[in-house]
């Protein structure tokens, strides 16, 4: 299992992306942007952007393999493919949680049931594409900014952009994570 870690780099780049996420987390606080839309200006928070480094980390360690180690191996690398996934996200929702304490505001939460979704979508993409399914969820932000507001009021199917109390949007989160980790366990054992 110490193998499996280190080849997966989670020694250095698991500690960097917690780090990086509760940083970014912190310091975007309640901000908004206005950015260009196709349905008016719509302000748009900054902690939607936060989870991308996290995400972007965890594919960079999952695609760093030993494919002829792991195909001959006998302990499942799937499972620990899955339980670093599962790990990774709840430490990011761990996170999330400890920023919101400390900021006395709920907004935070939102940072790691986003980190769930996209990281669900990047999970779900994965197992087609490969590496490159890290753009995934970075192209449903864009989508998110570009049609995803009515003024400045999110849309539903947006997930990402929905108030931190939103149970739809927490269940959405839980559902696509949940179906991005059953799509990486079965194809945890190809290279990419």
């Given at each position: 299992m110490m193998w499996w870690f280190k080849v997966r780099r989670?020694?250095?780049?698991?500690?960097?992306?917690?780090?990086?996420?509760?940083?970014?987390?912190?310091?975007?606080?309640?901000?908004?942007?206005?950015?260009?839309?196709?349905t008016g200006s719509?302000?748009?928070?900054?902690?939607?952007?936060?989870?991308?480094p996290l995400f972007a980390m965890l594919m960079a360690m999952l695609e760093c393999r030993l494919p002829a180690a792991e195909a001959s191996g006998v302990r499942s690398v799937a499972r620990l493919d899955s339980a670093l996934v599962t790990?990774?996200?709840?430490?990011?929702?761990?996170?999330?949680?400890?920023?919101?304490?400390?900021?006395?505001?709920?907004?935070?939460?939102?940072?790691?049931?986003n980190a769930l979704f996209l990281t669900g979508l990047m999970l779900l993409g994965r197992a087609w594409a490969g590496q490159g399914a890290v753009m995934l969820p970075v192209g449903w932000l864009v989508t998110v900014a570009v049609i995803g507001f009515r003024g400045n009021v999110p849309r539903s199917w947006t997930v990402i952009a929905l108030p931190a109390d939103d149970l739809f949007a927490a269940a959405a989160s839980l559902v696509v994570f949940a179906l991005g980790l059953a799509a990486q366990t079965r194809s945890s054992r190809k290279p990419a």
């Open positions: 989670g020694h250095t780049l698991l500690p960097a992306a917690l780090a990086v996420f509760t940083a970014a987390l912190y310091a975007v606080q309640d901000h908004t942007v206005l950015l260009p839309a196709i719509p302000r748009v928070a900054l902690s939607l952007f936060v989870p991308v790990a990774v996200m709840a430490a990011a929702a761990v996170c999330s949680v400890a920023v919101a304490a400390l900021q006395g505001t709920a907004t935070a939460t939102t940072g790691g049931r």
